[in-house]
T-cell receptor
Framework: DGGITQSPKYLFRKEGQNVTLSCEQN?????MYWYRQDPGQGLRLIYY???????QKGDIAEGYSVSREKKESFPLTVTSAQKNPTAFYLC????????????FGPGTRLTVT | RKEVEQDPGPFNVPEGATVAFNCTYS??????FFWYRQDCRKEPKLLMS???SGNEDGRFTAQLNRASQYISLLIRDSKLSDSATYLC?????????FGSGTRLQVQP
């Protein structure tokens, strides 16, 4: 059963702590993406990767870091440098570049207090 | 100017109504266009791609007007289950750009 999984669904952290969100896909997709969504707003691109061991900053990369050591996995670390980390984080994957549709995981709701 | 603009709504329509959403985009080089549906507190799901000649999928019809740089989505015979936020999505070279969405509420 192919798809994208994100864990955990809900995450609570104290301010000043780094936290890593997991994203795994078994769709054999080359490209993977991380977005952030704030209430009532659209998705904003944090980082994306079109191939293993390579990734690019999106529009709001400050305070975030990623790695792409395996095709299936694209974890996102929210660092203590991110000023407003509380948000809904969505991971997506696609066959190739931006001309392809993207498929999303169920998301992780991060709350930092 | 935003890269992708949508009327946020909400559009409140009775069951069985026909409703249309428009979306404008600013990058004339965009080549790929999609409509996604997002239910409250869930992930976006692909509804349909939008092709140059227009395309239909059941009760849903998508149109693209490159000259005016807008995309439309028409929903016929609205169902209660169509209530959701509809996201217009356009590729902008390196990644997809998502509109903020148009909220649809279908009422009994």
């Amino acid at each position: 059963d192919g798809g994208i999984t994100q864990s955990p669904k809900y995450l609570f952290r104290k301010e000043g702590q780094n936290v890593t969100l997991s994203c795994e896909q078994n769709l054999n997709h080359d490209a993977m993406y991380w977005y952030r969504q704030d209430p009532g707003q659209g998705l904003r691109l944090i980082y994306y990767s079109q191939i293993v061991n390579d990734f690019q900053k999106g529009d709001i990369a400050e305070g975030y870091s990623v790695s792409r050591e395996k095709k299936e996995s694209f974890p996102l670390t929210v660092t203590s440098a991110q000023k407003n980390p509380t948000a809904f984080y969505l991971c997506a994957s696609s066959l190739g570049d931006s001309s392809y549709e993207q498929y999303f995981g169920p998301g992780t709701r991060l709350t930092v207090t | 100017r935003k890269e992708v603009e949508q009327d946020p709504g909400p559009f409140n329509v009775p069951e069985g109504a026909t409703v249309a959403f428009n979306c404008t985009y600013s990058n004339s080089a965009s080549q790929s266009f999609f409509w996604y549906r997002q239910d409250c507190r869930k992930e976006p799901k692909l509804l349909m791609s939008v092709y140059s000649s227009g395309n239909e999928d059941g009760r849903f019809t998508a149109q693209l007007n490159r000259a005016s740089q807008y995309i439309s989505l028409l929903i016929r015979d609205s169902k209660l289950s169509d209530s959701a936020t509809y996201l217009c999505v356009v590729n902008s070279g390196r990644a997809l750009t998502f509109g903020s969405g148009t909220r649809l509420q279908v009422q009994p």
